[in-house]
């Protein structure tokens, strides 16, 4: 696992503008049913990362024009909440990423919401480049941190890792504190996993 300093990595520097994989009509990427970007690059290299092949830059395809238009025709079905960011790490794609999300505040304003996990921690975001604030002002939720394994549970609600937080991201730069999500809701028992062979 690495630890960057602030502004070490750049979005400028790392992103090729590529995209992992997008996944419409979800449930697992945040509250909802969810339209998911997975974006491609991630030198974070956390131990256990469960998208590995999504840490390369150059995989996937180039992000491009129809697919932006296709997560749009998605996003406004009714039924559709909002879209999540993720990867890779969205905050070294912030060229595509932001490019989405002006583009559904503009179709959408805010009846739309906007998710994001990040590697980075919320307070190292605070001191980073100008197009990483400007990415996290203007997103709804932020799961943020590096997954770690020796902290791993699968009882906690749309994280890896417990020292990874949920995050109201308006509400914190509003209070200039760390704000968590008011709908955090991890669970108190581990269910083991049905066989199927166990089933018939």
Same mark, same amino acid.
């Given at each position: 696992?690495?630890?960057?300093?602030?502004?070490?990595?750049?979005?400028?520097?790392?992103?090729?503008?590529?995209?992992?994989?997008?996944?419409?009509?979800?449930?697992?990427?945040?509250?909802?049913?969810?339209?998911?970007?997975?974006?491609? #690059?991630?030198?974070?290299?956390?131990?256990?990362?469960?998208?590995?092949?999504?840490?390369?830059?150059?995989?996937?395809?180039?992000?491009?024009?129809?697919?932006?238009?296709?997560?749009?025709?998605?996003?406004?079905?009714?039924?559709?909440?909002?879209?999540?960011?993720?990867? #890779?790490?969205?905050?070294?794609?912030?060229?595509?990423?932001?490019?989405?999300?002006?583009?559904?505040?503009?179709?959408? #304003?805010?009846?739309?919401?906007?998710?994001?996990?990040?590697?980075?921690?919320?307070?190292?975001?605070?001191?980073?480049?100008?197009?990483?604030?400007?990415?996290?002002?203007?997103?709804?939720?932020?799961?943020?941190?590096?997954?770690?394994?020796?902290?791993?549970?699968?009882?906690?609600?749309?994280?890896?890792?417990?020292?990874?937080?949920?995050?109201?991201?308006?509400?914190?730069?509003?209070?200039?504190?760390?704000?968590?999500?008011?709908?955090?809701?991890?669970?108190?028992?581990?269910?083991?996993?049905?066989?199927?062979?166990?089933?018939?």
């Amino acid at each position: 696992m690495r630890n960057p300093k602030p502004k070490e990595w750049l979005a400028s520097e790392f992103s090729q503008q590529y995209i992992a994989d997008y996944k419409a009509f979800n449930f697992v990427d945040g509250e909802g049913v969810r339209n998911s970007l997975y974006v491609s #690059g991630c030198p974070f290299a956390c131990e256990g990362c469960f998208n590995a092949a999504s840490q390369n830059f150059h995989y996937g395809k180039p992000f491009t024009q129809e697919l932006e238009d296709q997560l749009i025709a998605d996003t406004a079905l009714d039924y559709v909440q909002g879209i999540t960011l993720l990867g #890779g790490e969205p905050f070294l794609n912030t060229q595509v990423c932001l490019r989405v999300i002006d583009r559904i505040r503009a179709e959408f #304003g805010d009846t739309k919401d906007i998710w994001s996990w990040s590697g980075y921690t919320f307070e190292e975001l605070l001191q980073d480049s100008e197009d990483k604030l400007e990415m996290l002002s203007k997103i709804d939720i932020l799961v943020d941190g590096r997954f770690d394994i020796s902290k791993k549970n699968l009882m906690l609600q749309f994280r890896g890792s417990f020292n990874q937080r949920i995050i109201d991201v308006k509400k914190s730069l509003a209070q200039g504190e760390v704000v968590i999500w008011e709908k955090l809701h991890d669970s108190e028992k581990a269910f083991e996993q049905i066989k199927k062979s166990e089933l018939i």
